[in-house]
């Protein structure tokens, strides 16, 4: 069975799918990633789809399963680089990958992922400033 | 509604494993792509086939997929025939309800699958298994 | 019946489950830290599933449970070291642990816990602000 | 579909309090492990055994999960029967819909216990009582 490498970047992991998965190899990446989050203590998971050719209902579940599984292990998936034809068919299919998040390529994901964590933490500091504002 | 005639040699692929799952999807796009479907038709018909092969193998418990260049006389398509000796499918309705599975699925393979393709003929009889015809024209 | 301890630290009350507790166990969990959110007025629990190899719908619903009734009595619950494993059959089982807090290990959830409490005062600034404004 | 050879003498634990939920936890894991499934396929199957031992003893009234070790010529695995003189489940298509319930639970037993294992296998009859058998095979 192949594997599906999982890269370390700064405090992101970033997967990148090059091969027409097997279910198996998909249910492997799934668990993967959730050692991967609990052992580096990311906070991040960008998934890029740019080379797969299609999306069917089991890969499907797997993104939303990846999200979901990270979203408890407090990190952000964001899946960039579905193909158009991809999304078409996928709403075609039925599938509507509910709470996943999406990007166009991989720099905009982590700039999704940067500001979701910036509004977690920085929410005290957002309030100092309206404060300031406001008393003024 | 099955119609056109077959050309050539249909290519046979057994499904008996989840690399076989993987090799109906390459067999079904290199074929799309020599009868010069469109991009989203190839990816459409690739994920149909996708979701029956899948099928085959997990409720069929195995089977094989029949793939062919077929003509109208206007178009050319791709003609596909899942068949499998499995246990049948009692309750079809309920089977081409999106959302309804008795596996771990998410119910959306038959009923995705027939709204990806131009044309979707089943026949299935309890304890004798299943066959399922899909095929998709180049526009 | 065993009884799950819950410590004291600081402003915190840590539970740290250490046994496959039974449901009996699970719902006196739960009163047993209602109890000692009002007796000590704590404003922050955490729970360390660190040793937990399962966490079925029950308890999946136990936790969910103890981060409401957290927040009723104005106390932030996370919930902290879960395992790989058990983040994937907790998503397949189809439980999504709705409203609950996550992090990695204790020192995560406390830090969580401190920036969720500067938050929160600050917001009370900002709305004493917003009065004055409306009535000068 | 429930296929393959039982290996060695089953254990059965009877289920008739909340500590025997527990057990049956335990000896589903102990199990598993002498096996040698996966970590994870330790957890789903030891989650879903969870599940109906608690279904067992809640609305069946009580009953037994016995746990034995089988094998279909490629792979070893875990086959857990649960049975109870209970009731039964007059709608199994109801009981199966995540979310319901006729207790106080959240709905999620039955059908995230079948997502969770290879195989699932209920027989029930109102009056009679309910028999699920599941298995979980190695990779
Ligand atoms: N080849 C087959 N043989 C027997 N039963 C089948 C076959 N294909 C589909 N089914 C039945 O139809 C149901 C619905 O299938 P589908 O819509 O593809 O959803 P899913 O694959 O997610 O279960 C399956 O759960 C299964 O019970
Ligand atoms: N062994 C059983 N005997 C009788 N009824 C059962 C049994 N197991 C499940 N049920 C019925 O099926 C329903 C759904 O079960 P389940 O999905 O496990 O959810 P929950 O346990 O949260 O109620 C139960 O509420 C109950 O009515």
Chains 1, 3 share one sequence.
């Not at chain 1, 080379?51 to 960039?80: C, H, Q, W």
């Not at chain 1, 999304?87 to 996943?100: D, F, K, P, W």
């Amino acid at each position: 069975m192949e594997r599906v490498p999982i890269l370390k970047i700064g405090d992101i992991l970033l997967v990148s799918i090059q091969v027409d998965m097997s279910d198996q190899t998909a249910i492997q990446l799934q668990e993967d990633l959730a050692e991967r989050i609990v052992a580096t203590g990311c906070h991040g998971v960008i998934i890029d789809i740019t080379a797969l050719d299609i999306v069917d209902s089991f890969v499907g579940r797997m993104l939303s399963t990846i999200a979901s599984i990270s979203k408890v292990l407090d990190a952000e998936t964001v899946v960039v680089g579905m193909r158009p034809a991809v999304a078409i068919t996928l709403v075609e299919l039925g599938l509507s990958l509910n709470g996943i998040r999406t990007a166009l390529n991989v720099e905009r994901g982590m700039e999704l992922i940067a500001a979701s964590r910036i509004d977690e933490w920085d929410e005290a500091d957002l309030d100092e400033n309206a404060e300031t504002t406001a008393t003024s | 509604m099955t119609t056109g005639v077959d050309l050539g040699v249909p290519a046979t692929q057994a499904i008996s494993s989840d690399e076989d799952v993987v090799r109906v999807r390459q067999l079904v796009r290199t074929t799309a792509v020599a009868v010069k479907l469109s991009l989203v038709d190839q990816t459409k018909l690739v994920t149909a086939a996708s979701e029956l092969a899948r099928n085959t193998l997990i409720y069929g418990g195995g089977g094989s997929a029949e793939v062919a260049t077929v003509e109208d006389g206007r178009r050319r398509g791709v003609r596909i025939v899942f068949a499998d000796q499995g246990p049948g499918i009692p309750d079809l309705d309920q089977a081409f309800t999106d959302g309804f599975t008795t596996g771990g699925g998410l119910g959306l393979g038959l009923s995705g699958a027939r709204r990806l393709v131009d044309d979707f003929d089943i026949w299935t009889a309890v304890g004798e298994g299943t066959r399922i015809t899909i095929t998709k024209w180049s526009r």
